[in-house]
């Protein structure tokens, strides 16, 4: 049975969140591997071991993305954590 | 049996519909991918089946360092302070292949490609290569045919695909322990589709995770590690280099004198007493034939997810340098984890059963595709939907079905072609190019005729059923070699001629005495009084879901523990 509609999302709603999960959820994977890399003592394998953890946390935070609601609220998780690493890739 | 508890209704519906979504957007680029995939897993063995040079016994006698002088001379010098890579003979490919560069001119400097053949010492270029069955069928797994994007394409749908994954196993969630052995022919087409698609996909989960995640690597590399690793260490990417790869520290000088140092026969033998259990795959030299030239020695067993390894030496002395080698099964943490996802995805470990389990699980998420496609396409086929919605659903699966199901004809053509246009014709492999994909269109539209979908499906098998059964005919008739002559000689030339009588067999077989074609067409007709306006009422929902549940009675086991036990009993 197709999902039912009145849980799906339209329009603009729609648009935000696919953009979200292809360049949000890219942005912020791609910044926590590189926080953690700088917060141990070794990055090497945590930058190799991301080639495995990074599909892994890419498409969850796609999932997440779409298991919240509104885009907006989807949004704001992921810049939280692009902005939380960002932060420590630039003080550390 | 108990069931799981799955998400809740809203996240239920809104990852039911992202996964639809996402299934059908990827579906017919993963089936190409998985399809092509699986025949490139025999990649080397197909090489050997197509190209004439490649059906020779070993040569133990073949001395590298000569062979390796003719190619020199025949590039006008190769540049060897640069990287020179040296491929051996193996009975699937008694070649030696080598990598190099040489220099075009006095400032340009160019890669090379070629193999040497033992018995007539004639040197091909491997970019403009004889045949290419092997090579055609390796590029489309990675859309290579499309250039620039075509990598990052299928590293996308790989992406997908695991988005895919995860959102079909939330959906499936609650009844993955009820519906475990599911394998049900009774029911609706719809939840014959639904138990063939949910209870396949938990059987080759892991597999699929695998195959997901290590083409995502392949074709988004450029997204993941390399920015990263540019942002960690600056300019300085020799730093990771090293970590990965210690041999990347040993270093040549470019002014070297020339120097008569072990000979590369020598060399390989003495790697080979040292690991009598490994294959040495190729050797990768630079400065060979002068004073401090290095040689990294890569060997495999095949076996192992962590049993291939690399011996540095410098070639005067043959002394492996351990600390600049990854020796098998005792790597460190680093230097292994690139290598798995090589091995996972190319399934050079466990031997051979490895492989011939991977084509199988490729064949069975080709099936998987196919059957999400289905139930797509059955779940819409009510009175949810207009008229229009209906027919426009009809033509997308159809659709679909055409470009996916005439890979078989098609791919039994190109092996054909391989056979039917003469070796020695100038632009022969261009043409065999042509041949396939013209083939593949052609036989594309020849399925957009069919509105029941059985009879598109009996037209394919019969197709490519036929096709098949020529294939090995073709061989023994150009090659003169059939099963029984290369039974002993050539195995896997045996093997792949027997795979396509199978494969002809089976398809045949299934196209003419099992599949049923019914009477009515596929093709959507108004269900009668109030259709066409999109009805969504309380009273329509209520019939569909009456229905629908009617339907389930039948198929799930749960509720019919009779038809388990039959369905065990399968």
């Known amino acids: 049975m197709p999902a039912k509609k009145k849980y799906l999302s339209s329009g603009w709603t729609r648009f935000s969140k696919v953009m979200a999960i292809i360049f949000g959820a890219y942005a912020a994977t791609f910044t926590l591997h590189i926080a953690l890399a700088k917060i141990v003592p070794d990055d090497t394998p945590v930058l190799l071991t991301s080639v495995f953890t990074s599909f892994f946390c890419w498409v969850g935070l796609m999932v997440m993305v779409y298991m919240i609601r509104r885009a907006w609220v989807g949004w704001s998780v992921l810049l939280m954590i692009i902005s939380v690493s960002s932060l420590i890739i630039y003080v550390t | 049996m108990k069931k799981l508890k799955g998400p809740g209704n809203k ?4 990852l039911f519909h992202t996964h639809t979504v996402a299934g059908i957007v990827i579906s017919f680029a993963l089936f190409v991918i998985f399809y092509a995939g699986a025949f490139s897993l025999f990649r080397t063995e197909v090489a050997q089946w197509e190209n004439p040079d490649m059906r020779q016994p070993v040569d133990e006698n073949f001395n590298f360092d000569e062979a390796l002088a003719i190619v020199d001379e025949t590039y006008g010098g190769l540049n060897y302070y640069e990287n020179t890579n040296i491929w051996f003979p193996t009975e699937e490919s008694p070649v030696l292949r080598v990598y190099g560069a040489f220099n075009k001119t006095d400032s340009t400097m160019e890669r090379m490609a070629a193999y040497i053949n033992p018995a007539t010492l004639e040197v091909q270029d491997i970019q403009e290569p004889k045949t290419t069955v092997s090579d055609t069928i390796y590029f ?11 990598r990052y394409l299928s590293g996308l749908v790989g992406l997908f695909f695991l988005f895919a994954i995860v959102t079909g196993v939330f959906i499936h969630w609650r009844n993955l322990l009820t519906k475990m052995y599911a394998f049900i022919k009774e029911g609706s087409w719809k939840s014959i589709w639904t138990n063939a698609h949910t209870v396949l996909g938990v059987i080759g989960l892991p597999f699929q995770v695998i195959y997901a995640v290590t083409g995502a690597f392949f074709g988004l590399l450029v997204l993941i590690l390399v920015p990263a690793a540019f942002l960690l260490y600056g300019g300085d990417q020799e730093q990771l280099v090293s970590k990965v790869n210690p041999a990347a520290a040993l270093t040549v000088e470019k002014e070297a004198t020339a120097f008569q140092h072990l000979s590369l026969n020598e060399l390989y033998h003495q790697v080979q007493a040292a690991y009598p259990q490994h294959t040495i795959l190729n050797v990768s030299t630079r400065n060979y034939g002068k004073e401090d030239a290095l040689a990294f020695w890569n060997i495999d067993d095949h076996q192992g997810i962590n049993s291939n390894g690399s011996l540095s030496m410098r070639m005067k002395d043959g002394v492996v340098l351990k600390e600049y080698s990854t020796l098998p099964n005792d790597k460190s943490y680093s230097m292994s984890v690139i290598g798995y996802i090589f091995k996972l995805h190319f399934g050079s470990f466990g031997g051979y059963t490895m492989r011939i389990i991977y084509f199988v699980l490729s064949m069975i998420t080709c099936f998987m595709i196919i059957s999400g496609v289905l139930i797509w396409r059955t779940a819409r086929d009510n009175k ?7 027919i426009f659903h009809h033509k997308v699966t159809k659709w679909y079905l055409a470009i996916c199901l005439s890979m078989f004809p098609a791919f039994a053509l190109i092996f054909l072609a391989n056979k039917a246009v003469p070796l020695d014709m100038a632009g022969r492999t261009g043409l065999v ?3 396939f994909f013209l083939g593949w269109l052609a036989f594309t539209i020849g399925g957009l005729f069919f ?8 037209f394919y098998l019969t197709l490519g059923g036929v096709l098949s059964f020529l294939v090995p005919v073709a061989n023994g008739l150009v090659t003169n070699q059939w099963i029984w002559d290369s039974w002993d000689t050539y195995h896997w030339v045996a093997y792949i001629d027997l795979f396509w009588l199978f494969a002809g067999f089976t398809a045949l077989y299934v196209a003419l005495f099992e599949l049923k074609v019914k009477e009515e067409s596929d093709y959507p007709t ?18 569909i879901v009456a229905e629908e549940e009617k339907n389930r009675a039948v198929a799930d086991p749960v509720l019919d523990p009779q038809l388990a036990i039959k369905g065990l009993s399968k």
Do not use: C, M, W
């Not at chain 2, 949810?384 to 209906?390: A, H, V």
């Open chain 2, 433 to 435: 190019n042509q041949i």
């Open chain 2, 140 to 150: 489309l797994h990675y859309f290579r045919q499309l250039p620039i994007i075509g």
């Open chain 2, 526 to 543: 108004p269900f009668g009084k109030g259709d066409g306006e999109h009805l969504e009422t309380d009273e329509v929902e209520e019939s």
């Open chain 2, 11 to 14: 996240n239920y519906n809104v």
């Open chain 2, 384 to 390: 949810r939907y207009t008229l229009k919605q209906r």
């Open chain 2, 451 to 458: 509105n029941k979908y059985a009879a598109q499906n009996k």
